[in-house]
């Protein structure tokens, strides 16, 4: 059976959107809306499944919003939404907690890694997250879905539970003439490895928000000082560039470098190769810092303007949620006949 083709993706709003974020997700965000009907919710949700502050909570969603619309983000041809004002995503994800089941969500890796060694003080919520993850992009029978492959597992798993509510409800779908099956297994469109952004400090770690040094990562919310200044800064080798991808290989600081670089320009590495080999990084940052503060210098300031009016995202907001909870609660009135919960 068909589904109408929909993407769906989701980022958590816990701060310090990076570089690692713009060019894995929010590129990737930004071009698929060429082709598909797109639904980008900022899923604050999943934020408290380990605690927030509640003081900085709505900054950061708002951040969020921020920063898709400032990337090039269409919110009146797409959606963009915080979770929590559709309620219709929580409560799928009981109905899927009630499908899927311990040994799968026991499996998950992140949570092993999230909960770390004190297991038994991690939130309930943390153990179901990926349930709820199902449910946002179930709630709206999304068929693809931009993750990065840190998320590859949890969408394995949407698509398990969606398979098993397929068959477990087979006759009553049926039944209620919603066809053969009721959810689409969603796909992953995986990022390229090619858009891994490293630490400015350390070509072996990713670019993550939660590094404690601001140096190892470039912001957002970073203006073309700090940029230029985290750039220059950056951890190289001594050597010149090589000419060649090969010559990258024992190099992770290089190697990030000319990826950045490659990524922000839109090319590939061995034609920044092609240009930069020999060079000494002394001009090849140079030559990075105009590109980063050429491409992110714009999306810094209106996301600085955007963020001065939090009274206009809210209502980009309230107008997503809205659009959004009409498909949402189109899904959930299906999904209680398919259940047997009497309903109005
Ligand atoms: N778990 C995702 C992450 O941390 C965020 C997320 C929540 C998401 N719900 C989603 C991503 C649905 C894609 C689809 O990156």
Redesign the pocket.
């Known amino acids: 059976m068909a589904f109408k083709e929909r993407v769906?993706?989701?980022?958590?709003p816990t701060g310090n959107l990076h570089l690692g974020n713009y060019l894995g997700?929010l590129v990737k965000f930004v071009a698929l809306q060429e082709k598909y009907d797109c639904i980008y919710?900022i899923?604050d949700l999943?934020a408290i499944t380990v605690w927030q502050d509640p003081a900085e909570l709505p900054k950061a969603t708002r951040e969020v919003a921020a920063a898709f619309i400032a990337c090039g983000i269409d919110a009146k041809r797409h959606i963009v939404f915080n979770?929590s004002q559709v309620a219709e995503h929580a409560e799928l994800a009981w109905i899927f907690n009630c499908v899927a089941r311990l040994g799968w969500l026991n499996r998950m890796t992140?949570f092993k890694e999230k909960a770390g060694k004190d297991r038994e003080n991690a939130s309930v919520g943390l153990y179901a997250?990926p349930s709820?993850?199902a449910a946002?992009?179930l709630v709206y029978r999304?068929t693809h879905?931009?993750?990065?492959e840190?998320?590859k597992q949890?969408?394995e798993l949407?698509r398990d539970i969606a398979q098993k509510f397929n068959n477990d409800f087979g006759p009553s779908i049926r039944a209620h003439g919603y066809g053969e099956a009721f959810f689409p297994l969603p796909e992953p469109l995986i990022q390229g490895p090619a858009t891994r952004v490293m630490s400015l400090r350390d070509g072996a770690k990713k670019m993550s928000k939660s590094d404690a040094s601001d140096q190892s990562r470039i912001n957002l919310t970073d203006a073309a000082d700090a940029i230029a200044h985290k750039i220059r800064r950056a951890k190289t080798d001594p050597d010149p560039l090589p000419g060649e991808e090969a010559g990258l290989a024992s190099r992770p600081e290089a190697d990030n470098l000319v990826g950045i670089y490659a990524a922000l320009a839109g090319r590939a590495k061995w034609e920044v190769l092609k240009e930069f080999g020999g060079a000494q990084f002394s001009s090849f940052k140079a030559a990075l810092v105009d590109l980063a503060v050429a491409k992110l210098g714009p999306i810094n300031a209106e996301m600085k303007r955007l963020m001065a009016d939090p009274v206009h995202i809210d209502s980009v907001l309230a107008q997503g949620a809205e659009r959004a909870q009409v498909i949402a609660a189109e899904t959930m009135k299906a999904v209680k006949d398919i259940v047997g919960l009497v309903h109005r």
Do not use: N, R, T
């Open positions: 769906f993706s989701g980022v958590q997700a919710c899923v999943h979770q992140q997250y709820l993850m946002d992009i999304a879905v931009p993750v990065g840190d998320q949890h969408l949407s």
